[in-house]
């Protein structure tokens, strides 16, 4: 597996695989395609984060935004696209991200109903921190 950062030039296929994360994360973001686009371009861009394709045998099967200027770094998404999942492909990139970037620790966020998420983060060996919680009336 190969990891390679992303470019502006990147901007639609990151667009695609950012709009799969969402709904697979089942988040109730919602957000145009104009929108999505503007902030994959403010990651790519920005000087607080990088954005990684992981590549195996040449294809595109996932990417991830890491803000490489936290202590620990923040893993903002993560994403392996869905005819990839399950074949141990998911934490073969993880461990490469961690390689990547030289750190052994990561911290991230799931959502609580994101429920296959929960489990993968937690197999890897990912432990509960904290609860974040919203109220919105």
């Known amino acids: 597996m190969k990891i390679i ?18 709904e697979d994360g089942q ?6 395609i104009e929108q ?8 790519i861009n920005s000087n607080e984060y990088e954005v990684i394709y992981f590549l195996e045998r ?10 490489i200027v936290s202590n620990p770094h923040y893993l903002s998404q993560f994403f392996i696209c ?8 998911g934490r073969l990139a993880f461990e490469k991200l961690l390689e990547y970037f030289g750190v052994d620790s ?4 799931v959502l609580q109903q994101n429920k296959e998420g929960v489990l993968f983060w937690e197999n890897i060996g990912f432990k509960l921190r904290c609860l974040y919680m919203r109220y919105e009336p």
């Open 58 to 67: 040449e294809e595109i099967i996932g990417y991830a935004t890491i803000k």
């Open 27 to 32: 988040s109730d973001a919602t957000m145009s």
């Open 36 to 43: 999505l686009e503007k902030r994959m371009e403010n990651f």
């Open 82 to 89: 869905r005819e990839h999942r399950n074949k141990g492909l």
């Open 5 to 22: 950062k992303c470019k502006l030039s990147d901007c639609s296929k990151l667009v695609a695989l950012n709009q799969q994360f969402i």
């Open 106 to 109: 990561i911290d991230l966020e």
